[in-house]
């Protein structure tokens, strides 16, 4: 996850984590925690409630702990005041060295007095936290997936009681840690209920974002389970969007790598096994036959090819564009379908794209006449994760103050030029750079910009020019004697 700022280490630690960690344990008690495991497959969804009392007046900034392996997978973290839907300002310290744990601090509304109490809700998305096991399987064999994690979630505060629930999203599940040795409880450490494996209660938890009680109290868990959907991951994702004000168009085009991360298939792929699995309506949980994507309405000439060629076997199902300010929700369902089902291990390269009105995308400020358009960073691929992203958008010839918001703090981020036909000094590109994008990670780019009146006239007078060219050229080579001997 993106830092909100850059700092030297050592200014950091020295003015900022070291206070915040010795100040914490004032600050707050957990009276009690709550958290909730939905396993799946690339994409783990993870809710954590901390129900916080204030111990002194004016406690407004509470602080959340990371472990390294929960960080190392952690790539969306939001947090909200229970049964409220606004987002409370998140602030990432990094990772402490002494504790062996990364920070954050969360900012209340409104600040607590003493014994004042608070239900704090903290959401991530973990990615690439569960795994094929087996890591090979036999094309008619099922999927199973095993989720690694740690017991006790950690807090610089002291905690009441605590508790984790992992749910499996299959009743199927063939193995649960059971830890020995675990302090904090008199009862049995986990129990199972149907999908659901609870582990805990424990009690009386001392302030736990410490190297010490990580390295002696700490405890690793995994659970093995059922899963019957494909683990579809995408390697990579190049967006290109050109705009175009001669054209009144907006060019969307993706160019993606899929990537099955399900167990790699043991043996040969049979044709017959899979069109008999079809017949029966039961085809493998680690096959990709193909993916739904939910395109923007409005949209036209929508063109999808691999490798080979332009692939016949999709289908896409438009709906007319969407007034602006409407709270109409409709999509444009794009049915993929590959050459060939991606098995378990396998890679899938394509290049999808589609052209749209650019008057569903942009607008026009009279008063300080820019141009304001704005960018769909992804399209949502479900249940996905997006290893590596990079979105680039170019922009009209001649654009000049140009500027951006990302929804997102991007890794790398840069203008530089790019030339195409009928260019002549190049037009901006804009492209940003991310990893471990998710479901969540929705939002907008939106770039300003003004184009001249003589930037209008750019291209029509290159086309011109062109032209008047060859035509001298043809004449002066009409003129030209260039035989040795005259007749």
């Not at 974002?209 to 995994?222: E, L, N, P, R």
Request: include cysteine; hydrophobic fraction near 40%.
């Amino acid at each position: 996850m993106s830092r909100h700022w850059r700092t030297p280490l050592s200014l950091l630690l020295s003015v900022f984590v070291l206070p915040l960690c010795a100040s914490a344990a004032n600050s707050f008690e957990n009276t009690a925690i709550v958290r909730t495991v939905e396993l799946g497959g690339a994409l783990v969804h993870v809710t954590t409630t901390y129900a916080v009392k204030a111990l002194e007046d004016g406690s407004s900034v509470y602080t959340l702990a990371l472990g390294e392996h929960e960080h190392a997978h952690t790539s969306w973290l939001e947090a909200k005041l229970k049964g409220q839907s606004e987002v409370l300002p998140l602030e990432d310290f990094g990772y402490h060295p002494d504790s062996g744990v990364f920070l954050y601090t969360v900012e209340l509304p409104k600040a607590l007095d003493t014994n004042g109490t608070a239900n704090l809700v903290v959401e991530t998305v973990q990615t690439h936290a569960t795994y094929a096991w087996p890591q090979e399987a036999a094309q008619k064999d099922p999927q199973s997936l095993k989720y690694n994690a740690e017991l006790f979630v950690l807090s610089p505060y002291k905690t009441a009681v605590q508790r984790t629930k992992i749910r499996s999203p299959s009743p199927t599940v063939h193995s649960f840690s059971e830890p020995e040795n675990v302090e904090f409880t008199t009862d049995a450490v986990v129990t199972k209920s149907g999908a659901t494996i609870t582990y805990g209660p424990f009690y009386e938890i001392p302030p736990s974002a410490s190297q010490d009680f990580v390295d002696t109290k700490q405890k690793q868990i995994s659970v093995h389970y059922t899963y019957d959907l494909p683990v579809l991951e995408v390697k990579s994702l190049k967006r290109a969007v050109e705009i175009s004000h001669w054209g009144a168009n907006l060019n969307v085009d993706n160019t993606m790598v899929f990537h099955n991360a399900g167990p790699r298939l043991k043996g040969h792929f049979s044709r017959l096994e899979y069109q008999t699995q079809n017949y029966f309506g039961r085809p493998a949980p680690h096959m990709l036959p193909g993916i739904n994507l939910l395109l923007p309405a409005g949209i036209h000439s929508a063109y999808y090819y691999d490798l080979v060629g332009n692939v016949s076997t999709s289908h896409l199902r438009t709906v007319p564009s969407v007034p602006k300010g409407s709270n109409a929700n409709s999509f444009s369902l794009f049915e993929l379908r590959p050459r060939y089902p991606v098995m378990g291990g396998w890679n899938y390269s394509f290049t999808i794209g589609w052209d749209s009105p650019l008057e569903d995308y942009a607008g026009y400020d009279k008063t300080t006449g820019n141009y304001v358009v704005g960018v769909p960073l992804i399209t949502i691929i479900p249940t996905a994760v997006i290893d590596e992203a990079e979105i680039s958008i170019v922009l009209p010839e001649g654009a000049t103050d140009i500027d951006y918001f990302a929804p997102y703090p991007a890794l790398s981020e840069q203008i530089t030029k790019h030339i195409t036909y009928l260019d002549t000094i190049g037009r901006p590109k804009i492209t940003l750079k991310y990893k471990e994008l998710t479901d969540k990670h929705t939002g907008t780019i939106y770039v300003t910009y003004k184009v001249p009146f003589r930037a209008h006239l750019q291209k029509p007078l290159a086309v011109a020019t062109a032209f008047l060219g060859l035509f001298a050229v043809a004449l002066t080579w009409k003129r030209v004697d260039v035989r040795i001997r005259r007749k």
